[in-house]
């Protein structure tokens, strides 16, 4: 049974009387468990507002929307918090950690809006091993002032991770880092799909979407191609390609 | 989000902005600090008042001249000269339910002794005053009728003067002066402490009423007359008949007003509880008012707060929190604000309150359900004063929250 399953979702925002505009007009995909997605296109081809469709953030006009066999798009708003809790997990472009909060009460934040009832010590426990899955044990007290971009991006990946969501979606999640940086991203989420977790990756640049296993290009509110690739980039590789002296992690310690 | 993580996020919340958040609390501070202190003051003045009115004397009853009315206008002692020494005389020879009666005529002076002055209140009575106000001599005596014709020079003085002037030593015997006029020093008052208005008895100089009138007042009438009824049971009558006997001697008619008021010391006290129940009323008015502004004061900082967190509001949406987990939080972030400004105001009041009682020489009197009754209201000003900002963010758009910058 595929994750997720968009059939026909069209998004119209209402602007004014004489004016709509459609954002999506009938996109219908198919992600199975396991899959690394990217979604590129120019800006204003409806990739964001299908990204906030998937993450349960905006509801379609009409549409059907099935993630991890539950019927999405009419759900009541209480339940669809829930879902966007349990089954999903954001990676956003800015990072979007709480300022003055520290990594490892950022990690903690999801559980605690979990509906499971987790107890403070298993929170605190599930965010420590968190922090260290992307290796940053070591940075739990440290603001995220006190952190690099890529370890705040690898802070805010801990934080989707961490109660265990059917799919990641991630929001230009190397539009603020540098190549090196980007990298480093690129293979937490090649670990971690190897693993089996379904990533929907929204991007603009091309090299990036080399990452993924599939790449869905829109244009004005349509899918217009969906391609896999035929041999993704492997970002460990890559890395080792880079020359030395661009490490971030070592110059702002 | 269950009631703990609720208040573990809402504590973490307002630390990431500590001093903001303690200035937040000033106003709530302020309030419940003032409304403690001067429920406790009242309360302690009331407990004062009762006790005063055993001490102003047995069965006493005072004459003021003009008109004094219980709770409305009040035209004080001494404004309107209606009284003589002879009506005072007149009172204490032809009714036979008074023991004595004592013109009173006060000024306030500069008394000098060698090179120290100090600046006290010269009351002028007669030789019957201590007995009418029940007050033992510590050493020395009371001047007597005969003192009083001759308007001799002498004086009784309380235990402040022989503090300030003669740092303790024995002073009966001794001269002082005021304005160059010499007293003689010839008793020294017991102690006496506060009185009903929170004046120092102790601070004071009683010398023949003759005496005042001639050399110091530069008067011509008397302020009060105390009176003194033999019997608690003939208070009335007696106030009855020093009524008839003023109006007779002041040719009022039948049409005409009194011109003078006569009242038992516990219409004296009444006026003074009820002044001071005013006073309480009024405070506790401008606190409660203090306590709404303070309520203001979290509103804003909720709502800056709001809009300042825009970005985090739709990061907790994003994560999974409910339109009510963010309600609650905001609000539970007011009610905490409230809830320790409210705990502090109290811990403040206590403070105050002690503090002035000890000033004042009163009793101790910690107004318990005034702090729960203020600790309440804080609350509920929280409640009430974050519910709007919490709302405004409960509303707010997610996605529009996560774009903004």
Redesign the interface.
Known sequence: MPVIQLEDIRKCYHVSDTQDVHALRGVSLVFEAGEFAAIMGPSGSGKSTLL?VL?G??RPTSGTYHLDGEEVVALE??RL??V???KIG?V?QNF?L????TAL?NIE??M???RQ?FT?KEIQRRAREGLEMVGLADRASHYPSQLSGGQQQRVAIA?ALV?RPAVLLADEPSGNLDSRTTLEIMEIFQRLNAQGILIVMVTHEPEIGQYAHRVITMRDGRVCKDVPVAEPFVASREKERLPADTREDASDE | MNKYFLMLVAVRALRRNAMRSLLTTLGVVIGVGAVITTVSIGHGARVQVEEQVNRLGQNVVLVFPGSRTLGGVNIGGGTVNTLTVEDALAIQDEIPEVVAASPEVRSQRLINYGNRNWFSRIYGQSADYLQIRQWPLESGRMFDEEDVVRARKVAVVGQTIVEELFEGMDPIGEVVRVRGMPLEIIGVLGRKGMSLMGSVQDDIVLIPYSTAFRYVSGRTHAMVINVQVFDQGAMSVAQQKITDLLRERHRLGPEQDNDFTVQTQEEVAQTATETSRIMTFLLGAIAGVSLLVGGIGIMNIMLVSVTERTREIGVRVALGARNRDILRQFLVEAILLSCIGGVIGILGGMVCSEILARQAGWPIQLPYTAMLYAFGFSVGVGVFFGYYPARKAARMDPIEALRHE
């Open positions: 906030n993450g953030l905006d708003p209480d918090a829930a966007r809790n349990e954001f956003f979007n709480l300022s003055r909060t009460e934040l999801p605690m809006y979990n009832g403070l934080r109660n």
